[in-house]
């Protein structure tokens, strides 16, 4: 049974850091690209970053690039997103999903404010 697993999320001032971890089980991290996507209140979903298997190139939404960081590592079978800088504007859900499956986390709440 596949699962993915967010790590607890919380609050954090802005410019502060914060860094994301999804445990996934029941498939082979290997072989799979992964992805973090979030939803603000009141907003759709949106892709904020993702890495591919093989060489595990990384592509990035603009409103994350150059602040956030994803990078995996297969032997735990974990995936992170390291943010940085953070800004109200990133206070969301984050979710992690699997590239080319109907698989996601349950989400965690990042909220940044003062």
């Known amino acids: 049974q596949v699962q993915l697993v967010e790590s607890v999320g919380g609050l954090v001032q802005p410019g502060g850091s914060l860094r994301l971890s999804c445990a996934t089980s029941?498939?082979?991290?290997?072989?799979?690209?992964l992805g973090w996507f979030r939803q603000a209140p009141g907003k759709e979903r949106e892709g904020v970053a993702c890495?591919?298997?093989?060489?595990?190139?990384?592509y990035y939404g603009n409103s994350v690039k150059g602040r956030f960081t994803i990078s995996r590592d297969n032997a735990k079978k974990t995936v992170y997103l390291q943010m940085n800088r953070l800004k109200p504007d990133d206070t969301a859900v984050y979710y992690c999903?699997?590239?080319?499956?109907?698989?996601w986390g349950k989400g965690t709440l990042v909220n940044v404010s003062s």
């Open positions: 999903k699997v590239a080319g499956m109907n698989y």
């Open positions: 029941g498939f082979t991290l290997d072989d799979y690209g």
């Open positions: 890495v591919s298997t093989g060489y595990g190139s990384t």
